[in-house]
């Protein structure tokens, strides 16, 4: 059955929702949208009544969402973040010849993109630039990615993978903490608290392992979600870390952070780049794809 897009609720329609919801208050949804109440209670109602379902209900003077208004929302965020995203890149792309948007991992965006992108920019000066962080896998034709820079196994659905470089993970630790804890070599490292990535939660006994150290429990310590956190907390001698050696070159070259053994952990993985095949050709792809693997060329 065709329902027609005039049966769709508006972008205007979900973001009243949106607001309801994130509030739980209509009166403070209204304030924040300069409506009143009653037409923020009327445009939840024709939501509900063109969906099918009840989205809030009332608790002891109180308003809540029901299981399917939870749900719901869910998505209506997601739209709304992909209409912003379409606004803000059109607006911010107005006055570029080109458009380049650039999904990275967090840690590797900020501490080792960032500061090299002014040059790529400089290269390219009328090329508008779009980066967002991404953890995982995902689509890059629905998310409007021209590339992606990840780490893994180089599949990827719908996109050709190109090498960028093994990872180089080296136990680190703050010339403080080091002295303090008495840690001459990698056998000592009992002596002191690890540090974990929760999506490497085995990297540490993985090290031990192939270096063939006892460790009591390789799995005990602190854990973070990001490498940035653990870099952090390294330097601020929480610590000792197994941390990517190009995320870690400033921390090492002023000291703050000290290698303890250069034997780095061997893996199946390295760091690849994705490139949607319909954006191949695209201005921008190609030079940013050439200029990222010239800078890993200097570091190696």
Known sequence: MNTGRRHFPSINTLSTFECAARHLNFTRAAEELNLTQSAISRQI??????????????????????????RF????????????????????????????????????????LAPRLPQFLEMH????????SRWTPFSLQEQ???????????????????????EQMLPVAAPGLIERHKIESAHKLDAAPLLHLQTRPAAWRDWFEQNQIEMSD???????????????ACVAGLGVGLLPL??????????????IDDRPLQTEDSYFIAIPDDKAEKLGVIEFAKWLKSQIGQRA
Not at 144 to 150: Q, S
């Open 45 to 70: 109602r024709d939501l509900e009544l063109q969906l099918g379902v009840t989205l809030f209900e009332r608790i002891r003077k109180r308003v809540v969402l029901t299981d399917a208004g939870a």
């Open 73 to 112: 929302l869910v998505d209506a965020r997601y739209l709304i973040e992909q209409t912003e995203g379409l606004v803000y890149r059109t607006m911010a792309s107005a006055k570029a010849d080109a458009t380049l948007s650039v999904a990275t991992l967090p840690t590797f965006g900020s501490h080792w």
């Open 125 to 132: 000066p009328k090329l508008a630039v779009n980066i967002e």
């Open 144 to 166: 409007f990615f021209d590339i992606a820079v990840h780490f893994g196994r180089p599949i990827w659905a719908g996109a050709s993978c190109q090498h960028l470089c093994v």
């Open 218 to 232: 390789p799995f005990s310590g602190h854990r973070f979600d990001q490498f940035s956190m653990i870099i952090e």
């Open 246 to 259: 190009y995320l870690i070159e400033p921390q090492i070259a002023n000291e703050r952070l000290q290698i």
